[in-house]
């Protein structure tokens, strides 16, 4: 059941708005630029590491994944992009993720104000909604080798909930966050290639990796699928506000092609 519970808000819900949002950014691309491409994703996803503390100065730290063992869960993406002047691309990119958890805690629990005492259950709700655009630009682009480098800019909308028997208490955020994009392919057949793609910036603050390593399967000159594995990792220490790092595990399908 909680797996089913999260399918159907994770992916169902989320990948219809996504799927509207790209679809109307498709019919603009198809309008204005001949060499548009979409690209859609779909994982199953797990924690690698989920720590929390709120305020980072004098609430509980916490794991929401070994004080409250969270679920595996599902995370759609789609991406739609156009090259033009042969080297040159923009991209945009919606990647919502949400995951589940719960767990009869064995420690108090002291989370923006609210007490969740050691020996209750409780429920953890944790999502991280990623909206990009990136500008890059096609260093190498031959048969057998394509380099690209560029800039992104990142919008989260991130949200960290607890309930638990006496109520609940959550931390939402939005915020701007800039990153470096890096895509790197190496065709070693007609038919096969190896995919780097990722967007990545460590500062002061905090820091922020979206990495995807795939095998990507070349169906014809327009469409390609790939199976791979990605890691999305970072956090920040908000210097008394927020404290939170977490690691993701996903395993991935995707299908790219030209419109």
Same mark, same amino acid.
């Given at each position: 059941m909680k797996i089913f519970y999260c399918v159907s808000n994770c992916f169902i819900v989320k990948f219809c708005k996504i799927g509207l949002f790209c679809t109307v950014l498709t019919? #603009?691309?198809? /309008?204005? #630029? %001949? /060499?548009?491409?979409?690209?859609? $994703?779909?994982? *199953?996803?797990f924690t690698g590491y989920n720590d929390v503390q709120v305020p980072s100065d004098d609430g509980t730290r916490f794991?929401?994944?070994?004080?409250?063992?969270?679920d595996s869960g599902f995370a759609p993406r789609m991406r739609i992009g156009y090259t033009f002047l042969q080297r040159h691309s923009l991209l945009l990119l919606a990647a919502p993720l949400t995951i589940y958890g719960e767990g009869v805690i064995d420690k108090d629990i002291d989370y923006r104000g609210k007490t969740f005492e050691a020996g209750t259950e409780v429920k953890s709700t944790y999502r991280f909604d990623s909206y990009r655009i990136t500008y890059r630009y096609i260093f190498v682009n031959s048969n057998q080798f394509s380099v690209a480098a +560029?800039?992104? +800019?990142? =919008?989260r909308d991130a949200e960290i909930r607890l309930?638990? $028997? /006496? &109520?609940? %208490? &959550?931390?939402? /955020? =939005? &915020? #701007?966050?800039? @990153?470096?994009?890096l895509m790197a392919q190496w065709k070693f057949t007609d038919k096969y290639s *190896?995919? @780097?793609d990722m967007d990545a910036l460590a500062s002061p603050y905090g820091r922020a990796e979206? %990495? @995807? #390593? %795939?095998l990507q399967y070349h169906y014809n000159e327009k469409t390609s699928f790939r199976l791979g594995y990605r890691i999305l990792e970072g956090g920040s220490d908000g210097g008394g506000d927020v404290y939170t790092f977490a690691l993701f595990n996903y395993i991935t399908v995707g299908l790219t092609t030209e419109l």
């Open positions: 019919m #603009f691309s198809q /309008n204005t #630029f %001949a /060499n548009a491409f979409i690209d859609a $994703e779909y994982a *199953m996803v794991s929401l994944k070994d004080d409250i063992a969270s +560029g800039i992104t +800019g990142k =919008i309930t638990g $028997e /006496n &109520g609940s %208490a &959550g931390k939402s /955020n =939005i &915020g #701007f966050v800039p @990153l470096i994009h *190896m995919l @780097l979206d %990495a @995807l #390593f %795939a």
